[in-house]
């Protein structure tokens, strides 16, 4: 049996497909222009990586941008509660899970069976999310990814002032004109960062153990800030952290098609009695 | 002769006034580096108007980039040099709006271009020049370009996002989904006056309302201003780009 999730981001679109709750492959491409492509592209890099065709496929579930849109998939479900399950896969002892994509963040809480409890995310504002390391990589002429380890080298973090994400670009621009390095700039947005999400995890509360996912969970500085300001140890997961959303969904799909032939059962057995 | 230089976060911007009279200005990219831009002032006054910076009395800055220039220059405060400005061009002003890369800014005036009350806006982007910035390079024309593209609106689109960085990728999904580019920028055009108009209400602004900054330039913007706000405005004469640099140069002359 093959269970496939799919998740389309911001910035990035990711697929998993799993066999016998074992992750078979998983893909992580950059969007494009629209959801559907985004979620065929990275059905079909995941595909391509496992050996399999989509009609291969027993049952597929979409999160993310446009998740009741994706033609080749059989049901959709929140990415919230998707975070909180593929985490939850990879660690069942995790409460509390730090979210942070290319333009939100959430803190979501899940319950003993990895379902959803209480969740927080903004909405309003893009503060204290991946496009905040964004603006900061563009400035610097350097790959987003590259910016964690420059950040792990800082030592003196320069003070991020600016609230709006796009501010805060030139205010790394004005500490390079300052003569200040690009390690310390990186490490001040790094905490900067984690600071943001803080006052978003304030208002939801943290239970039992705390993990993040997300591409920004990739970078190790803003795990290392993260874990400062929130007073707790981050789990680190057996999975990729930026496809925890399409892992979760995944499960959902193999949880559904399950419950689909419990259903049915059970009416066979109903009508024979 | 006197100088009068606005170093903001994105331009900056420099005028040269005699007997309060506007005698030339010039506009140079600030790239985060107060002094050299400061410098490049200087040789663009020499190169378009044959004019040394031997003849300038006094140099007054004020802006962003004022405490970081080392030349010799005193500071101007940016709230009176608004409000010095706003009579200079509109003797009865009453009050002034000025919207620059990086923040709003709204200030009552009293007699005798007394500043009254001030509100500064700088949390969001929304309101403010870099975000016509980011929606102009998403929608891949120029920031002078907008102003004609919202004119050709034939319908209202409503946009549910402030955040510069959500509207970006609304403005994608809507051009996606179909949505005609000029109904779109005029819903980006709406959502930034009405953050504009929440400053304005704030400090409770009177006609006539002296309009300055670079987005004031922009006409379309400033008609949707107009329709939000209710109050009688007038554009900063000569270039609103330029108010606060000619205010630094009104306040030189006092020797402030």
């Known amino acids: ?273 | 002769m006197l100088l009068g230089c606005d170093i903001g976060t994105a331009a900056t911007k420099a005028v040269l006034i005699k007997d309060d009279k506007l005698l030339h200005k010039v506009k140079v990219a600030t790239n985060a580096n107060p002094d050299d831009a400061l410098q490049r002032v200087h040789a663009a006054f020499a190169s378009e108007a044959g004019i040394s910076a031997t003849v300038i009395e006094q140099t007054a800055i004020t802006g962003w980039g004022q405490q970081k220039v080392s030349a010799q220059h005193i500071n101007a405060n940016h709230m009176n040099c608004l409000a010095k400005a706003a009579v200079w061009s509109e003797p009865s002003a009453r009050s002034a709006l000025c919207l620059g890369a990086q923040q709003g800014i709204a200030l009552s005036i009293g007699k005798e271009a007394r500043l009254l009350d001030y509100r500064v806006s700088d949390k969001c982007a929304n309101g403010a020049g870099k975000f016509l910035d980011v929606i102009s390079e998403a929608l891949g024309c120029t920031v002078e370009e907008t102003a004609a593209i919202a004119e050709l609106s034939t319908n209202d689109l409503s946009m549910s996002s402030q955040c510069a960085v959500f509207a970006e990728s609304e403005v994608v999904s809507l051009v996606n989904a179909g949505e005609p580019v000029p109904d779109i920028m005029e819903a980006i055009f709406r959502s930034l006056i009405k953050n504009v108009a929440t400053l304005c209400k704030r400090v409770r602004v009177k006609g006539p309302l002296v309009l300055g900054g670079g987005l004031m330039n922009n006409h379309r913007l400033v008609a949707i201003l107009n329709d939000s706000i209710k109050t009688e405005t007038a554009v900063f004469a000569q270039d609103p780009d330029y108010m606060a640099a000619v205010g630094a140069a009104l306040l030189a002359k006092r020797g402030n």
């Open chain 1, 1 to 273: 049996m093959i269970f496939a999730g799919v998740d389309v981001g911001s910035m990035s679109a990711e697929a998993v497909l799993m066999k016998d709750d074992e992750i078979l492959a998983a893909s992580v491409i950059v969007v494009k222009p629209n959801p559907v492509e985004s979620a065929t592209e990275a059905m079909a890099v995941a595909l391509a990586e496992a050996g399999l065709s989509l009609e291969q496929i027993d049952y597929c579930v979409s999160t993310g941008y446009g998740r009741e849109k994706i033609p080749f998939s059989d049901h959709n479900v929140s990415e919230i509660s998707c975070h909180g399950k593929g985490a939850f896969w990879a660690d069942p002892s995790i409460g509390t899970i730090v979210d942070i994509g290319g333009q939100d963040c959430k803190v979501i809480q899940i319950d003993a069976e990895g379902d959803l409890k209480d969740f927080i995310m903004n909405d309003k504002c893009a503060a204290g999310t991946g496009r905040f390391l964004e603006g900061i990589a563009k400035s610097f002429n350097v790959q987003v990814a590259d910016l964690g380890q420059m950040a792990l080298n800082g030592s003196d973090p320069v003070p991020i002032n600016s609230i709006c994400t796009i501010f805060t670009q030139f205010d790394a621009m004005c500490f390079l004109a300052d003569g200040r390095s690009r390690e310390d700039i990186a490490l001040g947005v790094a905490e900067a960062l984690a600071q943001r999400v803080n006052k978003l995890a304030g208002q939801v509360g943290i239970s039992g153990k705390v993990c993040m996912s997300g591409g920004v969970a990739k970078n190790q500085a803003v795990v290392k800030a993260m874990e400062k300001v929130i007073g707790h140890p981050i789990q680190p997961l057996r999975v990729d952290s930026q496809v925890v959303g399409a892992l979760g969904a995944a499960i959902y799909a193999a949880e559904r098609y399950l419950k689909f032939d419990e259903v049915i059962e059970n009416n066979c057995l109903d009508k024979a009695c």
